[in-house]
């Protein structure tokens, strides 16, 4: 091992990204990825923090790395579409030198991990993951065993590092004004979507004549459309591919299923119970719209709403305490059909690039991340936002007080069976998720005046391309 002066080298752009209400000031500085320095001794390229504190962690976590190892990072903090950009750019070109040793963002695991794994282009981890696998959940080693083309195998491709589930949430204060309770919020599907229309139009007769019912994302900025039209396909038993990797959204059954699903999503914003605003939403967009109070509920893959209200009791904060109480947190609905409708956990990943400068560095950086108390160091930075894909972190005291209202219904979903994503059981959906297939066909309706019928034939044919293509290109 080459021992050198502990030093960390950090490209922060961005450094405390954040909502409104719960960042420190940016410290903004320009960021090149085509440049690094040649000593290094590895690379990462980290996801920006959406807290400051989640860049404070992974930083002091780098240095105590470099202390241990005696080697040296080039530490950068990224917005993840450039992560994502800059890494599919670098991937096209064989042997670049300046590949990342270590990547970590949100789109690893639904756009990014899938493609690269079936490609033969990510370095197999199972040396840093057989030796714990008993430590992680089945699901968490499910979605990051991914399927090799080349190799025609199936193997641990990423680094599973914590979970994100998805929750939704209203203002309980809101729907109390027009005269409900929170166990009058239906279980059932359609009852509870026309709950929201109906709450709408109770609040805009009195003193909110501006707010909408339902906050779901229509653009296709991000993952927040896809995962909420996911719901929708989900709870309409749509089935796009099967556990052999076989084609099926074509099936006569699941094209009308789809098209049912599609119609029930775009009417919600083609009726007017969905804010316009929604059509150019960021990953944050219905966060701030939510917060502002402009929609009376809305979806999200993590606590970062709720988690927004915890804030020092000071005389800026005095409302804080009383908004996060204000926020509910509940599961979904049921399907139509009246069974669960189980969500989409995502296990949030890192990659390693097959052919990066630093494999064996990459492995030991990633394998001392692993100890628990590592792990957990990072855990701490995002303040509860997701959770530990190690069931022993639970010991956490961020996950101590059982009686918080939405860390109850959060460990109730987290502890429930998921649904495994398509892109984990056929890579090609990852590419699908890449060209933003699903939210386009969102536009197609509610921007170019397609029926559903004819958008989700639009979208089944683009998929069953990408499919074929994907099949026949390795």
Known sequence: MITRRNFTRLSLFGLGLGLANCSAPSQLASVNTNTQADNEDLVIWWEQGFLPEENEQVIQLVRNWERQSG???NLKLLPVSLIDQQLTQMLQEPGNPKLPDIVYSVGVDPSIAPKLAWRDQLLDLSEVISPIKDRYT??????????????NERSYYALPLWQADDYIHYWGNLIEEVGYRSTDVPTAWEPFWKFWQTAQQ??????????????LCMSTVGFDTYTSLMMFLDAHNVEAVNADGEFLLEAPENRQRMIAALDEYTRLYLDGYVPPAALEWTGSGNNNSFLEGNILMTQNLTLSIPLTQQLPNNVYNQDAAKRYNQIVTIERPQKPDGSPLLTRKGIKQAIVPKTCPHPEAAKDFLAYLTEPQNINQLLTGFKGRVLPVMPQLFENSLWSNSTDPHLSTALKIYQSPGSTPYEVTHSAFSEVQSQQLWAKTVLRVIQDQAS?????????????NIWTEWEKAV
């Open 71 to 73: 080697l040296t990072v």
């Open 138 to 151: 089945p699901v968490a080693l499910e979605q990051v065993a991914y399927r090799n083309k080349v190799r």
């Open 202 to 215: 109770r609040l805009r007769s009195q003193s909110y004549p501006d707010i909408y019912g339902v906050g």
């Open 452 to 464: 559903a019928t004819e958008a989700s034939d639009w979208a089944i044919a683009q998929i069953k």
